[in-house]
């Protein structure tokens, strides 16, 4: 276990990582082959449950909630459930986004209908939801949605991708666990740190394993009433889970990959071919459902006259009614090259194989300096304008 700075974490959050990690010590999958055989069977491919979804209104089980960036078919979070749902130990609730909104940080959908449906997750009871990471977690924890008031624990992920240093920022992941953090509710975000060129499917489940002595150390010192209620915990799996160096306590970095802004091509905008096919199918669906009672001439002037608007919309031309000139550009990000860091910095110590496990509060603190410096300038400000 390595050595942080004090005052850095909470010391239950030290003792708890402190214990997790001497549970597993001596497990490291490069020296000793039992470790397969001790992975639980929560992340083989059987598919024997030990509970069902009309466990949601048993209350000898504490409640657990999971949802994620990436949605709901992704393999982290169906692996994460499934694991959950085996250990028989717990009533597992999942509630997250139908489609992908790893980015959208923490946004919440206003002004606008989310639509709900049910899922179909052994053992557990889901749903998917047309909206943000946030609005999940906000909609699970409101009491609309489930029968029961709160969560014990509120997990987010796993996701594909890490979301060290600033890259937490952007992390739809991470703003899960946050939002349940807001709301009062103990939380983990927990990211894996794919590449492309590395990583493979059954990495997740490897992930699965490694994380699943801290998810039950969390549970079990939340019931206790011991577990950190300052923050919650961001939970970087490297690369090759099975081959992790252990768990080590990080703080945020500086880190992010470097946004590059391309321009596409009108009229080579894939997006845009996709959005038009989409609008148009969509649209003669319905014009063919309104024209039922309508003429076949009148029906045939209102889709010729439809489709001439979507088709100049779509291909981006030039100029539209108002002169105005359509422009397209698509982000990358590009991975820097990492400078020399301290050891305990959170993508440092993911590179160097350990699970990154960073602490995050709603209020962090201003260090020092800086509080000296903006005080300075404020009062120096001040003083010129009077």
């Known amino acids: 276990m390595t050595t942080t700075k004090k005052n850095m974490l909470p010391p239950g959050?030290?003792?708890?990582?402190?214990?997790?990690l001497l549970s597993r010590k001596g497990g490291n999958s490069n020296t000793n082959n039992d470790e397969q055989q001790q992975k639980p069977d929560a992340v083989t491919d059987s598919t024997e449950t030990s509970t069902s979804a009309s466990d949601e209104?048993?209350?000898s089980k504490p409640v657990v909630l999971v949802t994620n960036g990436e949605g709901i078919d992704s393999l982290g979070l169906v692996y994460l459930v499934q694991a959950l749902v085996r250990s028989g130990l717990y009533n597992v609730h999942v509630c997250a986004p139908q489609s992908d909104k790893s980015v959208s940080s923490h946004s919440v959908t206003v002004r606008e209908t989310i639509t709900v449906t049910p899922a179909e997750i052994d053992g557990a009871t889901a749903y998917e939801v047309s909206g943000t990471p946030v609005d999940c977690v906000s909609l699970a924890l409101s009491g609309a949605l489930f029968s029961w008031s709160k969560p014990l624990l509120v997990i987010s992920g796993i996701n594909r991708g890490s979301s060290c240093g600033h890259h937490m920022f952007y992390s739809g992941v991470v703003a899960g666990a946050r939002e349940a953090l807001v709301s009062g509710v103990p939380s983990l975000s927990i990211s894996l740190n794919w590449k492309r060129e590395e990583s493979q499917e059954s990495?997740?489940?490897?992930?699965v394993a490694v994380c699943l002595p801290l998810i039950t150390a969390a549970i079990r010192d939340i019931e206790k009433g011991v577990f950190p209620?300052?923050?919650?915990?961001?939970i970087e799996i490297p690369t090759s889970p099975s081959a992790n160096k252990g768990f080590k306590l990080t703080k945020q970095s500086m880190w992010r990959s470097?946004?590059?802004?391309?321009?596409?091509?009108?009229?080579?905008?894939?997006?845009?071919?996709?959005?038009?096919m989409s609008n148009?199918?969509?649209?003669?669906?319905?014009?063919?459902?309104?024209s039922r009672d309508?003429?076949?001439?009148?029906?045939?002037?209102?889709?010729?006259?439809?489709?001439?608007?979507?088709?100049?919309?779509?291909?981006?031309?030039?100029?539209?009614?108002t002169n105005k000139v359509k422009k397209y550009f698509r982000l990358e990000f590009i991975n820097k090259e990492q400078e020399e860091a301290e050891e305990d910095?959170?993508?440092?110590?993911?590179?160097?194989?350990?699970?990154?496990?960073?602490?995050?509060?709603?209020?962090?603190?201003?260090?020092?300096?800086?509080?000296?410096?903006?005080?300075?300038?404020?009062?120096?400000?001040?003083?010129?304008?009077?």
Not at 280 to 290: E, I, N, T, V
């Open 13 to 20: 959050l030290v003792n708890n990582l402190q214990e997790v």
């Open 294 to 321: 309508a003429s076949a001439a009148g029906a045939a002037r209102r889709i010729s006259a439809q489709r001439q608007n979507v088709e100049v919309e779509s291909v981006g031309a030039v100029k539209s009614d």
């Open 57 to 59: 209104n048993d209350n």
């Open 280 to 290: 148009q199918q969509s649209l003669g669906l319905q014009l063919a459902q309104l």
């Open 203 to 207: 990495d997740f489940k490897d992930a």
């Open 229 to 234: 209620k300052s923050c919650f915990l961001s």
């Open 258 to 276: 470097a946004p590059n802004w391309l321009a596409v091509s009108a009229n080579r905008h894939p997006s845009s071919a996709a959005h038009f």
């Open 345 to 386: 910095l959170d993508f440092k110590a993911l590179d160097n194989g350990f699970v990154a496990v960073t602490p995050f509060s709603l209020c962090p603190q201003i260090e020092v300096d800086i509080q000296t410096a903006a005080s300075d300038w404020i009062s120096g400000a001040l003083q010129v304008e009077q």
